[in-house]
C-alpha cells in the first residue's frame, strides 16, 4: 500500500476517534471565558477533525506528486470524505449543535453525488471534482469547525457565525451538487436496455 493511501486509511481511522470524544462524557471541567464555553472533549475533537480534513488535501497532492494515483486511491478518498463529515454532523445533531435538516441536506448531496460518480464510472467517465465541490468541502469544514468550537471567537461580539456558515455550506452543498447533475446528465440513461 503506497503512501497516498496510508495517509487516507488513517483518515478512515479518525472518525471514531472523533465521535468518541464528541459523544462520550468524560469527567473534566469546561474551558469558561466570561459566557463562553467549551469541553475539553470538543477541543481534543476538533483539533483531531482539522487533521483528518487537512490530510484530504494532503493524500491527493501526494498521489498525484509521486504517480501513486491508484484505484484503491480513487475509492478510498471519496470514501474517507464522506465517512469524516457524515461521522461529524450525525454528532453535532446528537448535540444538539446542529439542525438535522442541514446534516439531512448534506449528507443526501453526498450520496447523490456519490451514486452519480458511480454511474460515470461503469460508464468509463471519470468525474474530476469541480472548483464548486471544492468550495463546498472548505464551507462544510469551515461550518463543522465553528460548530465543533461553538462560535469563538465570533460569540463575544453576538455574530452567529456557525449559523451563517451552516447555512452557507448547505446552500453551496446543494447548489454544487445539482451543477454536478446538470453537468453529467448524459452519463443518466433513463432508459431500459435490452437483457
Known sequence: MNLANKITLARIFLVPIIMF???????????????????YNQIIAVL???????????????????????????????LAD????????????????????????????????????????LEGVVMAASKLGKWKTATQITAIIALLINNFPFTFIHVPFDLIASWVAAI???YSGIDYFVKNWSILNFTDSPS
Open 82 to 121: 464522506k465517512l469524516l463529515v457524515t461521522a461529524v454532523l450525525v454528532s453535532l445533531v446528537e448535540m444538539g449543535k446542529l439542525d438535522a435538516w442541514i446534516a439531512i441536506v448534506i449528507i443526501s448531496r453526498e450520496f447523490a453525488v456519490t451514486g452519480l460518480r458511480q454511474i460515470a464510472l
Open 172 to 174: 453551496i452543498t446543494v
Open 48 to 78: 483531531i477533525f482539522i487533521v483528518a480534513a487537512s490530510t484530504d488535501s494532503l493524500d491527493g497532492y501526494i498521489a498525484r506528486k509521486r504517480k501513486l494515483v491508484s484505484n484503491l486511491g480513487k475509492l478510498l478518498d471519496p
Open 21 to 39: 470524544f464528541l459523544l462520550i462524557k468524560v469527567k473534566f471541567p469546561d474551558i469558561r471565558i466570561e459566557d463562553f464555553s467549551i469541553t
